[in-house]
């Protein structure tokens, strides 16, 4: 098959506690991460030259900061081969809103590729050549639910209830590296287990200091907390609720200020990426 189109989903954050600094500068940090059935669409086609072409330019992204033709230049200076493809995307989810948009894009390309290029690595292999494409690329890559520890990738899958989440987008960008960087972010929460969170330990450790920084943020944790509990995933920008019925999810997001964007989406174990890799 020398064409695919295959779904990038979101992911939210149930929880993140960050329990500490390494000395190379990265956090560690305690999440589950909670994939969605909601998501971009990849379309790939293979090339009989070594060309790489983004059919689809993203605003503001340069080639050298889309992780999509990195994540495709990297795969191919792996296998040290002279492969190209045709790329294209369909995008539905925010950039800079904690949702991993672009690090479930590149997940996507590391695994559509391998599939169109015959490559046959395995899922391990790939996950750490995503690893250096950003700490949320394994779980993408592996397709399942999953508490995370370390930086993110040292991942154990999960079953979580299938709940309908509904995710508010404000009218900002966050920027991860600020957050982390910020001298008044809580760097030493308490690790917990799983069956801590099971239990209702829950909470993010960048929550406060994104509200404090971002009022737009605040203001949709607040507005979505009159309907069910409101979080905010990753550092944000988006919120979510859960519910138990996507008619319920629905209604409140009809309501939602006209400031904000969202969408509903139900909470999902396996990836839809693996679900349709399985087919073809």
Known sequence: MNTLSLPCPAKINLFLH????????????????????YGDTLHLQGRTDDELRFLTPLAGVSDDNNLILRAARLLREHVQRPLGANIG?????????????????????????NHIWQLDLGLDELAELGLSLGADVPVFIHGHTAWAEGIG??????????????????DCEVSTAEIFCHEQLTRNASPIKIAAFLEGATGNSC??????????????????????????????????????????????????????????????????????????
């Open 207 to 280: 929550q406060n200091l994104v509200r404090k920084l971002y009022p737009d943020v605040d203001k949709a944790l607040n507005w979505l907390d009159q309907f069910a509990p409101a979080k905010l995933t990753g550092t944000g920008s988006c919120v979510f609720a859960s519910f138990d019925s996507k008619s319920t999810a629905e209604a409140v997001l009809a309501q939602k200020p006209a400031s904000t964007s969202g969408f509903v989406a139900k909470g999902v174990n396996l990836s839809p990426l693996h679900k349709t890799l399985s087919t073809v």
């Open 89 to 113: 995307l369909d995008k539905r989810l925010p950039m800079g809103g904690g949702i991993g948009g672009g690090s479930s894009d590149a997940a996507s390309t590391l695994l559509g590729l």
């Open 153 to 170: 990738e040292k991942l154990r899958p999960l079953d979580t209830p299938e709940y309908w989440y509904l995710v508010l987008r404000p």
């Open 18 to 37: 960050i329990t500490g600094q390494r000395d190379d500068g990265y956090h560690e940090l305690q999440t589950l991460f909670q994939l969605l059935d």
